[in-house]
């Protein structure tokens, strides 16, 4: 499980916030995607799961466990086993039908 409670990044003092106030709830096997335009925050998004990034506020959950407290070595172990998190360069519109073949 992966759970955000009131999460909000934000990187420099009195810039805009990467990601403000998100809250989301994704089970055990669940699949999901993360679209948007460039500077949206998804990378932000995945590193605050990864434990790359802490959050400027809220908290971010694995499994149940602040990730806040949790060694980044345990957070990768149990995150690679219970939950799939890949980040692709696809667009949305991106037809794999149309690439060429090599």
Do not use: W
């Not at 990034?53 to 060694?71: C, S």
């Amino acid at each position: 499980m992966i759970d955000f409670e009131h999460v909000s990044k934000q990187y420099k003092h009195n810039a805009k916030p990467a990601l403000e106030d998100v809250n989301f709830h994704v089970d055990d096997g669940e699949f999901v995607f993360l679209l948007g335009h460039s500077g949206a925050g998804k990378s932000t998004l995945l590193k605050l799961i990864l434990r790359e990034e802490t959050p400027t506020e809220g908290r971010v959950l694995v499994n149940g466990q602040d990730v806040a407290r949790l060694r980044r070595r345990g957070l990768c172990n149990g995150a690679g086993r219970r939950n799939r998190i890949k980040q692709t360069g696809r667009r949305a519109g991106d037809d794999p039908a149309r690439r060429p073949v090599v």
